[in-house]
């Protein structure tokens, strides 16, 4: 509520402003030049005006001062989206000879893709969180995991992952947990990306991306964005500082009607399989027996759409939409079935919400025209 705002009322405001200068004059070159010597060599933000819009924006500092404070890091540097905020981390690794990534799957469809396809000069070795510590090599820059994960919502255990990882820097992906729920650099990861676009905007009206993490590495990170220009516009710094002003408030109620809607779905005869996170949180993911398009296709409440995090329902088909990047077999060995379908809970009315699931299942298993899946029985997990 209060971080990133702590000057407003010394300068008489209440709401932050808004400053969307690209450039900022100065009759003082010598000191232009020295600025930007200092940014050159640590990557620091500079002292004052940030010289160009790609230095730096104040609108934008701020919300990464809140996001920081939050994650209980010393700094935080915000990209134009979450892809973008990645490739800033790849490319910092890269730029000292660090190409080689350990990943655990699932990550993001898109993650998971830019890793695979070697997009940034990368090499990634997948395995399970128990087989890190054999996997890293003197060549790697960085092991990464998401937890809970998109779209399985498998959780992993963060300190011990920390643990393995030695010296190698962890990336924990916190975009399910939020730092509401979960505050990974506390459990040892030195890195905590967030797709912004998701809880921390919160209603779907802005795309970012940012990483949380200690001030050597925000510099370079700063470097990189100067660098590639991935930059975050500063009204989108603006609507993320809103956002978070309101971001416990949002998970703690969505969290609750989520784990009220897994309840009811383990208990539905048409769903197989219900996911939800031992932490909480606003995401559900259940397999259903019948045919997952129609399920898709049958809701009228909530909104049919990829993405998550914002203040309505939204409900997607990951093995179609989200994850449809990464490669077949792989994507099923990493528990995203085809008859997996992903929840992201908003605020709305609990039996509003369920009755619109439950009207859509049922119309599934209807209109299904695929063989049902073998009885595992519902369960949650
Ligand atoms: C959406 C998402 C991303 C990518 O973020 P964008 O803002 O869409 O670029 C990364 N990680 C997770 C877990 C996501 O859900």
Redesign the pocket.
Known sequence: MHAGRDDLARQGLHAPPIDLSTTYPSYDSRAEAARIDAFAATGAEPDGPPVYGRLGNPTVARFETALARLEGTASAVAFA????A?SAVLLARASTGLRHVVAVRPL?G??DHLLTAGLLGSEVTWTDPAGIADALRPDTGLVMV?SPA?PTLAEVDLRAVAHACGSVPLLA?N??ATPVLQRPAEQGARLVLH?A??YLGGHGDV???VVACDEEFAGQLRQIRFATGGVLHPLAGYLLLRGLSTLPVRVRAASATAAELARRLAADPHVARVHYPRIGGAMVAFEVHGDPHEVIAGVRLVTPAV??GSVDTLIQHPASISHRIVDERERRGAGVSDRLLRLSVGLEDVDDLWDDLRTALAASATASTTAPVPERGAAVV
């Open positions: 989206s979450g892809m973008a990645l993001y898109c993650s998401e998109n992906d975009t399910f797709s676009t998701k795309l970012a991306g993405s998550l």
